[in-house]
Each structure stands twice: as C-alpha cells, then as structure tokens.
Nanobody, 121 residues
Framework: QVRLVDSGGGLVQAGGSLRLSCAAS????????MGWFRQAPGKEREFVAAIDNSGRNTYYADSVKGRFTVSRDNAKNTMYLQMNSLKPEDTAVYYC??????????????WGQGTQVTVSS
C-alpha cells in the first residue's frame, strides 16, 4: 500500500552532517506518521525520530535530541532526517518507516530498504 525508498547515507567524519531522504509512494502516504529507525551491527533496531502526518509534531530519541531534525514535505511525499554533530555511535543502517507512533515509538508496517550511515572518528 505504501512504498518507501530511503537514501542519503554515506561516510562522514565525526562532527559532520548528513541528510537522509525517504520517498513515499502508493495510496495517500501523507496520512501516515513517518519516522526513522536505525540498526547497528549486533544491535537491535531502535527508534530515532518521527513526525506526524501534518508535519507539525516531531519526536526524538534522547540520543539524537538536539542534533537531528526530522521533517516532511507532503507535497513531495518525502521525509527527511537532517543529522548534525554526528558521532561514531550514530553509525548504523537507517530505515524509514510509515505508520510509526511518535509517542510510543512503535514501528509501523511499512519500511524502506535502509541506507547506511558511517561516522568516522
């Protein structure tokens, strides 16, 4: 019903910035809250950030609060994650997700394929 393609990962130095994008398609993706999860090798997939369907309310994991900003452009059916002041511990595969709950941090049923972010020290 909703297809997600995430992109924008890469290799950056600690303290650098990167912007991830998630392009949504299918039936009315704008009705879904969307967000980002990440998974490092050997670790569980964890919540990073979410934004509601209006784009007016955002939610962040404590580990990224103040450094990352999630936004969306519903006219383009695209969600973004601006990542600043990156740390080596941010290294992970980042996945966009649709249907996420920002308040409970529960993932929704739709996933992007993942894009790798590597932060070097």
């Amino acid at each position: 019903q909703v297809r997600l393609v995430d992109s924008g990962g890469g290799l950056v130095q600690a303290g650098g910035s990167l912007r991830l994008s998630c392009a949504a398609s299918g039936r009315t993706p704008s009705i879904y809250a969307m967000g980002w999860f990440r998974q490092a090798p050997g670790k569980e997939r964890e919540f990073v950030a979410a934004i509601d369907n209006s784009g007016r309310n955002t939610y962040y994991a404590d580990s990224v609060k103040g450094r990352f900003t999630v936004s969306r452009d519903n006219a383009k059916n695209t969600m973004y994650l601006q990542m600043n002041s990156l740390k080596p511990e941010d290294t992970a595969v980042y996945y966009c997700n649709a249907g996420v709950s920002g308040t409970t941090q529960m993932r929704g049923p739709y996933w992007g394929q993942g894009t790798q972010v590597t932060v070097s020290s």
